[in-house]
């Protein structure tokens, strides 16, 4: 039977079938705060909403031990001081597990009608949760609102599209005949019934929690399991509205709300984390944040299927240019991008020492290092400005990897601190930028330097760059890779190097479009194919393995021949 959600949503899903095939570019989501989409009061409604958080207990009618938890701090300075209810682990996994039969019986059609009505009403919430986002995060408003709101609810909505795309290559019921010669033929009669995993858990990272944790959500409910979500300690608003949401669709439709709860905790939760982890109750996990905690989950949650995002090293290679100020534009504004706090921001650039080519000649390393510090101090000058840019930092962690990185090389542009004209308390810094030679510090660029961090690194020819690029993707993980080249070789080149690294790659970004950014419905976001992620976002792999097909078969015995004429029975 078809569920009224489905048909509600049905022709968005159409759409969004046709986008993954298509790849080019579609959104059913507005990514501009327009009164005209979103409403003329909706920014104002959407900042009262969140503000009315403050101070508060965050109301949620789940299991929960009648205490409360939260710490979240504002990188931007504001007060929060919002509490959570406080649930007992194995409270919310029974009650996951209980709501889990009623949940699986639906169907596939409900599971994927209901994820899309959530999402309805999340992009109607996108203001609360975008400011919610922003000072969870330290992301500036328009971009918290985007990638908080729009851009993840379409990573929401290619993970159900996705699990769609596989449950109805599953018929229901299917009739089998095998012809047997001269004797009546083998007849079968199957049925096939896609079974759940069973409890999910998603564990929310600080930097994007709903961009990183919707894909793990919804392509846990439109396969049709429950989920726990765990958000980071420091990030909890945006996933518990999110929850919330969920919740009032779920009842609304006539599920039981636990079939998607929240599990907040407060800071330092490692030990828990593990606890829950390795549970046998635990089907499935979604992980988002540091190469430590992600391999640990993939060495030890035997019992589960985890899907990891971890640390990278992101890389860009200049051999040549067209326009050396453009380029340097470019990657000044991924470099200064929220602060270099993204998982595709860039790290090592890396130039020859000899220099490159461009069509007023040749510049030298030191000329090609020095435009680069150029556009980004350009870019950061007027504070004013530059914190839409920046945003705030995340955490005190990071500013203390800013003061520890100085020592690492020469200083090409120091990071500044800047006063928010409108939160005077953010932590605000700009990029640093440091110049390393290949010779004598690979220790030091081979991992990650979470925040504004990056390297420029001289080194013998675009072919060690290319090298360096690929086999650090290979061996340490990399979301991203970037290269600025007029030679078609050199790209050729570039393009086996991205393989090797099993990283995607840019070439001679110079406008509007920067590396640190990918699209949904067209750009795979990881590759699973080095250590920086063991999944994309997202493809038929990414969903395909959240269910599984039991089969039933009958022996249907043949019907008897029709007498022929003249004879007797």
């Not at 419905?521 to 097909?549: I, K």
Request: hydrophobic share 45%.
């Amino acid at each position: 039977m078809t569920h009224s959600l489905f048909t509600k949503h049905e022709a968005m899903l159409d759409k969004a079938l046709s986008a993954i095939e298509t790849r080019g570019y579609w959104s059913p989501f507005a990514e501009m705060p327009s009164p005209k989409v979103y409403g003329e009061t909706a920014s104002a409604d959407g900042e009262a909403a969140f503000k009315a958080h403050l101070g508060k207990t965050f109301e949620l009618d789940q299991p929960s031990t009648g205490e409360t938890v939260g710490a979240e701090r504002s990188p931007f300075g504001v007060a929060l001081d919002i509490k959570y209810p406080k649930a007992d682990s194995d409270a919310l996994i029974q009650a996951s597990i209980q709501a889990q039969k009623q949940w699986r019986a639906a169907g596939p059609q409900a599971w994927v009608g209901v994820s899309l009505e959530i999402l309805s009403r999340l992009n109607r919430a996108s203001f609360e949760i975008g400011y919610s986002v922003m000072h969870t995060t330290g992301q500036a408003f328009m971009m918290a609102f985007q990638a908080g709101g729009p851009h993840a609810q379409d990573r929401a909505l290619e993970a159900v599209v996705y699990a769609w795309d596989q449950l109805r290559r599953i018929p229901a019921e299917a009739h089998w005949e095998k012809p047997q010669g001269k004797n009546p033929p083998l007849a079968m009669q199957k049925r096939y019934s896609i079974v759940p995993r069973g409890a999910g858990l998603v564990l929310g990272c600080c930097t994007f929690p709903t961009w990183n944790g919707y894909p793990g959500l919804f392509a846990d409910l439109a396969t049709g399991n429950t989920v726990i979500v765990k958000p980071h300690p420091g990030a909890i608003l945006p996933l518990a509205i999110t929850v919330r949401i969920a919740r009032d669709v779920l009842r609304e439709a006539g599920f039981d709300p636990n079939v998607v709860t929240l599990l907040a905790t407060e800071p330092n939760d490692g030990p828990f984390v593990q606890q829950l982890a390795v549970r046998s109750e635990i089907k499935l996990i979604d992980f988002t944040g540091s190469t430590q905690n992600g391999t640990w989950l993939e060495r030890n949650a035997h019992q589960a299927q985890v899907f990891t995002e971890k640390a990278g090293v992101n890389q860009i290679v200049i051999d040549s240019v067209d326009d050396m100020k453009a380029a340097a534009r470019n990657i000044a504004f991924s470099l200064a991008l929220y602060s270099g706090q993204m998982c595709t921001a860039p790290q090592n650039i890396y130039v020859p020492r000899d220099g490159i080519r461009t069509p007023d000649g040749q510049l030298t390393f030191d000329e090609v290092a020095k435009a680069l510090a150029g556009a980004v101090e350009k870019l950061t000058s007027d504070a004013a400005r530059a914190v839409e840019l920046t945003g705030a930092i995340q955490n005190e962690g990071i500013v203390a990897r800013i003061a520890a990185a100085r020592a690492l090389g020469d200083v090409l542009l120091d990071s500044q601190t800047l006063t928010h004209p409108a939160f005077p308390e953010a932590r605000v810094h700009t990029p640093l930028l440091l110049k390393l030679d290949a010779r004598d510090h690979e220790t030091t660029f081979t991992r990650e330097w979470f925040g504004p961090i990056a390297f420029v690194i001289a080194t013998d020819s675009t072919t060690q760059s290319l090298d360096l690029a690929g086999s650090i993707a290979q061996e340490h993980g990399a979301l991203t890779l970037s290269v600025y080249s007029t030679d078609d070789a050199a790209i050729d080149a570039a393009h086996e190097a991205a393989i090797r690294g099993g990283v995607a790659l840019s070439i001679n970004l110079t406008g509007g479009v920067f590396v640190n950014q990918s699209a949904a419905f067209s750009d795979f976001h990881g590759t699973g194919a080095n250590p920086a992620a063991n999944a994309a976002l997202a493809d038929a792999a990414f969903v395909a393995n959240r269910f599984r097909v039991v089969q039933s078969r009958v022996h249907v015995a043949p019907k008897a021949a029709p007498a022929e004429a003249g004879q007797t029975a």
